[in-house]
T-cell receptor, first 115, second 111 residues
Framework: DTEVTQTPKHLVMGMTNKKSLKCEQH?????MYWYKQKAKKPPELMFV???????INESVPSRFSPECPNSSLLNLHLHALQPEDSALYLC??????????????FGPGTRLTVT | EDQVTQSPEALRLQEGESSSLNCSYT??????LFWYRQDPGKGPEFLFT???AGEEKEKERLKATLTKKESFLHITAPKPEDSATYLC????????????FGQGTTLQVKP
């Protein structure tokens, strides 16, 4: 099973709202990722968690706050977003290098619209 | 600087008309090169990982190859359901976990 699930599928929020995106995987992967994807562009890396610890933050604004409660779950907390933050937010997971493969498996994404 | 360039940006084929997509890369210490397929509004679907020059992988009508400077995704006798955006990405040893993506090639296969 190579499934990564994300909820919700769609989210509309105002600039003063607080919301969270959720991601779950049951493949035993120990690395999890958040990406942002704008229309007709490739995914852009935001955060990487390795063994539940934040290992990469690609200079993401503090209005995006990631959290990794356990090895299967990844959250992205959103607060005071701007309209330009509207995008498809993708979660991915991968085995830790050294365990044979490095490919990342992506979830279906959350389509976020900020009004 | 690590960089990935895909060509062409868009490709229109008739059903059954074979072709190739190109992914040129420059990276210091290639850990792996990855091909993904992405349908509109959905997450990328993993297709192949290539680790070293000369390696080839196949899946149904798709075949991926790798040299020291580029990778090709060959599509043999495509069908309309192969229509999608194909993304190429590389990962460097020194940037563990970070994928450098190309801009993608959007393929349309007409019946």
């Amino acid at each position: 099973d190579t499934e990564v699930t994300q909820t919700p599928k769609h989210l509309v929020m105002g600039m003063t709202n607080k919301k969270s995106l959720k991601c779950e995987q049951h493949m035993g992967h120990r690395a999890m990722y958040w990406y942002k994807q704008k229309a007709k562009k490739p995914p852009e890396l935001m955060f990487v968690y390795s063994y539940e610890k934040l290992s990469i933050n690609e200079s993401v604004p503090s209005r995006f706050s990631p959290e990794c409660p356990n090895s299967s779950l990844l959250n992205l907390h959103l607060h005071a977003l701007q309209p330009e933050d509207s995008a498809l937010y993708l979660c991915a997971s991968s085995p830790i290098p050294g365990q044979g493969s490095y490919e990342q498996y992506f979830g279906p994404g959350t389509r976020l619209t900020v009004t | 600087e690590d960089q990935v360039t895909q060509s062409p940006e868009a490709l229109r084929l008739q059903e059954g008309e074979s072709s190739s997509l190109n992914c040129s890369y420059t990276v210091s210490g290639l850990r792996g090169l990855f091909w993904y397929r992405q349908d509109p509004g959905k997450g990328p679907e993993f297709l192949f990982t290539l680790y070293s020059a000369g390696e080839e992988k196949e899946k149904e009508r798709l075949k991926a190859t790798l040299t020291k400077k580029e990778s090709f995704l060959h599509i043999t006798a495509p069908k309309p359901e192969d229509s999608a955006t194909y993304l190429c990405a590389v990962q460097a040893y020194r940037r563990e976990g970070k994928l450098i993506f190309g801009q993608g090639t959007t393929l349309q296969v007409k019946p």
